[in-house]
């Protein structure tokens, strides 16, 4: 009767606590990740397969930023290793969008262990959203109508959550010591995620220094503590100068792109923005007609003020968005919202009316957005059908529609009988459809014609008795390295894009493609990416010898190998 008594005691406090809930969570996904479970296939699928092939090359030794190119930082991509290495069943995009967790909840749990066990309110408040948005792998944008899973803009969203424990900590930790090494922690994986993170983060923190929500001495202990962690890093293997250099390519390459997005985010966002805007012009008003009532040691610091907070904030989250295609937009605007509305507290019943709905307004449309398009996907998977995709591993892991399935299955006579009329697009700079990369059965045909792909580059193996050791395909993705166990080509971009990604050709690089024993081309259908990348890269594969595996995919084999 005593232990029943009092394990009902220690269970109540135990399952209001945030984190228990978190840590609970945590232990869940770990399970999911555990068994061979298959996810609706949606819009650029493929994107997913870049960490494939950076995971391979980190598994063979090579250094991201050093070795090969990246479009962002490395952090990801050696998460995504590690995790493959301990779920070698797991769904790919599960674990690649669960992967970040591995930095982003032990920070999480900072927040939640600062946290007075009397603000449970305020821990669920901003947990719930946290794992909303780490778990579900969807973005707010919608690219194809159908359900399906978005495996492209991943490292967005894993920045856009690094944004949210971050704003997080300035806004419920105390100046402290503490505050300076979780802000050293999740800056550092902010710059090794994403460039653009870290300078977001950056305003946001110098924000907290004006405000003074953190003391300059804690700031220079944070800035101490995240040099000399990343100091190790460049002495170990020069990876930071490397992403350094990386990233001044990348700048050159889409220097003339940043008006343009700045509007592309304006007229996406603006069901956010819009509310957003307006409640920063509430806010400011109210703190003017409230300074006249308050004696000036009453009122807050200027940048400590609510309306600062949220322009600041908002305009972070547009700064962020104009190198983004596809994201969880703004969420980082959340833990604002939650220290304002506590502090909206003691005003008139009326303001807190006007304050709600227009944070209602800024905050529900992503969330809605992102649980919605996963909880959709979820609903009709068991009315989907896998693919037959035997050689592709873990990336068979997918399901789809039958009557898409029907069309990619089409599409493998289709292509190759009417490849001349996409060839002649593809040299007038059109694409097949004017979304083909968004569309799910050409994810879906991607993946039967890697799949046959595969198969027939092992029978020619047997057949002359040869094994190629490296690999390099002229396509946007190259999971091939990973699906065959061999050397990915060195000092080329993964995730190739030749209009915004993809440099002049190097020697090193010229010299890399040349020592590559096999090189990959996809022909169904031609495509401007193909055709540019095939164009950057002609001068490294002279003299090569063309195997045609099938009518979709030739092999560019290295003089002397055939005896």
């Not at 899973?149 to 010591?177: E, K, Q």
Request: proline content about 6%; aromatic content about 12%.
């Amino acid at each position: 009767m005593f232990f029943g008594k009092s394990f009902k005691i220690a269970r109540a406090p135990l399952l209001s606590a945030p984190m228990f809930w978190l840590a609970f969570t945590l232990i869940l996904l770990v399970v999911l990740l555990s068994f061979r479970l298959n996810v609706p296939i949606g819009p650029m699928y493929w994107d997913s397969y870049i960490y494939f092939d950076a995971a391979q090359r980190i598994r063979t030794g090579q250094v991201p930023n050093v070795d090969f190119s990246t479009p962002v930082g490395p952090l990801g991509y050696y998460l995504f290793a590690w995790g493959q290495s301990l779920f070698p069943k797991a769904q790919p995009l599960l674990l690649v969008q669960w992967s970040i967790l591995i930095v982003a909840a032990p920070l999480m749990f900072g927040v939640l262990a600062e946290l007075h066990p009397r603000n449970r309110t305020t821990g669920f408040l901003i947990l719930v959203p946290f794992l909303v948005f780490a778990i579900f792998p969807a973005n707010t944008q919608s690219f194809y109508p159908y359900p399906g899973l978005d495996g492209f803009g991943i490292y967005n969203r894993h920045t856009s959550l690094l944004l949210y424990v971050l704003m997080c900590g300035l806004m419920f930790m105390r100046d402290s010591a503490k505050l300076a090494l979780f802000c050293a922690a999740t800056m550092s994986a902010l710059l090794l995620m994403k460039i653009t993170g870290f300078l977001a983060g950056g305003l946001f923190g110098l924000t907290a220094l004006l405000a003074g929500r953190i003391s300059i001495r804690h700031v220079l202990l944070a800035a101490a503590v995240a040099s000399a962690a990343l100091s190790v890093l460049e002495l170990h293997n020069g990876i930071i100068g490397a992403y350094v250099r990386d990233i001044a390519t990348l700048v050159a390459l889409n220097e003339g792109a940043l008006l343009p997005r700045f509007l592309t985010v304006i007229s996406l966002k603006l069901d956010v923005i819009l509310p957003a805007s307006i409640l920063v012009l509430l806010l400011f008003w109210n703190e003017q007609r409230q300074s006249g009532a308050q004696a000036s040691s009453e009122q807050p610091h200027f940048f400590d003020r609510s309306s600062v907070w949220l322009a600041v904030g908002l305009i972070g989250s547009v700064f962020l968005e104009t190198q983004n295609t596809g994201s969880q937009e703004f969420i980082f605007l959340w833990p604002v919202l939650i220290m304002i509305f506590r502090r909206v507290q003691l005003r008139s019943q009326n303001f807190k009316i006007a304050f709600l709905t227009l944070a209602a307004f800024c905050s529900i449309p992503t969330f809605a957005k992102v649980a919605h398009t996963t909880l959709r996907a979820v609903a009709v998977a068991p009315t989907y059908v896998q693919p037959s995709l035997p050689e592709l591993k873990n990336l068979g892991q997918v399901l789809t529609r039958p009557d898409f399935l029907q069309r990619a299955e089409l599409f493998q006579s289709h292509y190759p009988q009417n490849n001349a009329a996409y060839e002649a697009l593809a040299k007038q700079g059109q694409l097949p459809s004017w979304q083909l990369y968004s569309e799910i059965d050409f994810q879906v045909f991607w993946l039967l014609s890697a799949n046959q792909m595969v198969t027939d580059l092992k029978s020619f193996e047997t057949r002359t008795n040869i094994r190629l050791q490296s690999i390099m395909t002229l396509d946007f993705v190259n999971p091939f390295a990973w699906i065959l166990d061999r050397d990915a080509t060195r000092h080329i971009q993964i995730g190739a894009d030749p209009f915004r990604t993809v440099p002049v050709l190097s020697e090193e690089t010229k010299a890399a493609v040349e020592a590559t024993d096999g090189v990959l081309r996809p022909k169904c259908p031609t495509t401007t990416n193909r055709l540019a990348l095939q164009k950057i890269y002609l001068e490294a594969l002279q003299d090569r010898t063309v195997i045609a595996l099938n009518p979709c995919w030739d092999l560019l084999l290295r003089p002397g190998l055939l005896p």
